[in-house]
């Protein structure tokens, strides 16, 4: 029973840190965060879309942080990794959060996700899947669920794990909205995606393989040995005497 209470201390911990992250660096594009435990230190890499709003003036910022983490959470040695996000428009927490940015200053819901669902395609995503849930019509109206998607996108089986998935909220005054976001990124590769080659197709890989590896010398055949004929002695003086008495 310790050892639960355990996890779940460390679990809320970890969801208290990363809200307070969020509104903290909202500005800075926040994404995610990663923590590692070693027996020196306590590593907490952060994944944002620009790392010099994270590090501040001469590294004031991110000492402010490092202290509110000693001292609120209790964390030992605290040491802050900002990491930069290559490909913003293809990570879907950033994603998510500028939707709900935009949801927030009144612009309409079905122009942002369109417009959201064009640039990660563009960006070379192979689907994507925004999800909008609550108040959405506004005043009055009902919590309904939205759906808007495009490309290939899986929803069940041990494929899931190659989904990226980002989650915010969007505080409008008649409610809170949730906005989900599931990315496909580029170059993914499903198990169950089998792909049949015609029997030219694999001829054409044989040659290239075959033209890669590199060319072995034929080699020389050894030349056979002759055998060499018993040298004949020479009649040593004994055996000439005997011929001579005989």
């Known amino acids: ?5 355990h996890f779940i201390h460390e679990g809320v911990i970890r969801s208290e840190i990363e809200n307070l992250l969020k509104k903290e660096l909202n500005r800075a594009g926040y994404s995610s965060i990663n923590i590692q435990k070693t027996p020196l230190a306590t590593r907490i890499i952060l994944y944002v879309e620009k ?16 202290q509110i983490l000693r001292e609120k959470y209790n964390i030992e040695n605290p040491e802050i990794d900002v990491q930069k996000i290559d490909d913003p428009i293809l ?17 309409n819901r079905r122009r942002v996700t369109y417009k959201a669902l064009r640039a990660v395609m563009s960006a070379g995503a192979l689907g994507i899947e925004i999800i909008l849930a609550g108040k959405i019509v506004g005043k009055g109206g009902r919590a309904r669920t939205e759906k808007y998607a495009q490309g290939y996108m899986r929803k069940a089986g041990d494929s899931v794990k190659f989904v990226r998935k980002g989650a915010t909220q969007a505080y409008l005054k008649a409610g809170v909205i ?3 976001v599931h990315i496909v990124p580029p170059d993914t590769k ?3 995606q089998i792909r049949v080659l015609k029997a030219s197709e694999v001829q054409k890989k044989a040659e290239e393989k075959q033209a890669l590896e590199p060319v072995e010398k034929p080699k020389k ?5 002759k055998k060499e004929e018993p040298k004949k002695e020479a009649p040593t003086e ?4 005997q011929s001579a008495n005989v």
């Open 1 to 5: 029973m310790a050892m639960e209470k």
């Open 51 to 66: 790392p010099p709003i994270v590090i501040g003036k001469k590294g004031r910022r991110i000492n402010t942080l490092t």
């Open 91 to 107: 990570d879907p927490n950033i994603v998510a959060r500028r939707i709900a940015v935009a949801l927030e200053r009144g612009m």
């Open 178 to 180: 949730g906005v989900k």
């Open 190 to 192: 499903f198990p169950d």
């Open 221 to 225: 055949p050894k030349k056979a040995k």
């Open 238 to 241: 004994n055996a000439a005497e």
